[in-house]
């Protein structure tokens, strides 16, 4: 079970979209719609943005969407904002009833 | 609104045992149906999935780590705990525990209990 690869670091200007990639494999990203996308600031807790791929909870701005393509699932911010700029970690069920996180990419708002 | 908080030493020895619980507050693990989960992180690196129980007793463990640790449940206090034994210093990490919306993500989380592994 091998970590899904997510970029290290991306950036954008404020009002700008940017998209994180998270790549897995047939075992897990591709072989199931059961990716969830957390935002982390420095010194706390994850915060579930994106969760069965591409559904937002309760409170989550429509500015976070989520996306699947093969073996790659996707978080695309829009119109960035300052607040934004923070650590986002994908996760993906992996089967036999086991989860795997990304390596996690740092989101600088420029 | 749910809430959870870790709870436990954040000094531990090498080879002792790194023993965790977490307590939630505005619903009940008995009478709930969702699972319940433990993530740590290693200073400055990324999140890593450790395992996940149901009241029942279920236990499902990250296969990398499951020789080393052992979930368990108490409904009377409504709380769940982790072990991890033999623990070295790459046990260093903070520890969240939060539920665990299975087959899916994870979306209450606890603040995180730092447990440093060192003599």
């Known amino acids: 079970q091998s970590a899904l690869t997510q970029p290290a670091s991306v950036s954008g200007s404020p009002g700008q979209s940017i998209t994180i990639s998270c790549t897995g494999t047939s075992s897990d990203v591709g072989g199931y719609n059961l990716v969830s996308w957390y935002q982390q600031h420095p010194g706390k807790a994850p915060k579930l943005m994106i969760y069965?791929?591409?559904k937002r909870p309760s409170g989550v701005s429509n500015r976070f969407s989520g996306s699947k393509s093969a073996n790659t699932a996707s978080l695309t911010i829009s119109g960035l904002q300052a607040e934004d700029e923070s650590h986002y970690y994908c996760?993906?069920?992996?089967?036999?009833?086991?989860?795997?996180f990304g390596g996690g990419t740092k989101l600088t708002v420029l | 609104q749910l809430q959870l908080q870790e709870s436990g030493p954040g000094l531990v020895k090498p080879s002792e045992t790194l023993s965790l619980t977490c307590t939630v507050s505005?619903?009940?693990?008995?009478?709930?149906?969702?699972?319940w989960g433990w993530i740590r992180q290693p200073p400055g690196k990324g999140l890593e999935w450790i395992g996940s129980i149901y009241s029942s007793g279920t236990t499902y463990y990250n296969p990398s780590r499951k020789s080393r640790v052992t979930m368990s449940v108490d409904t009377s206090k409504n709380q769940f705990s982790l072990k991890v034994r033999s623990v070295t210093a790459a046990d260093t990490a903070v520890y969240f525990c939060a539920r665990h919306l299975r087959p899916d993500g994870f979306d209450y989380w606890g603040q995180g209990n730092l447990v440093t592994v060192s003599s």
């Open positions: 996760c993906s069920f992996a089967g036999a009833s086991t989860w795997v």
């Open positions: 069965e791929g591409s």
């Open positions: 505005g619903a009940s693990i008995g009478s709930s149906s969702y699972y």
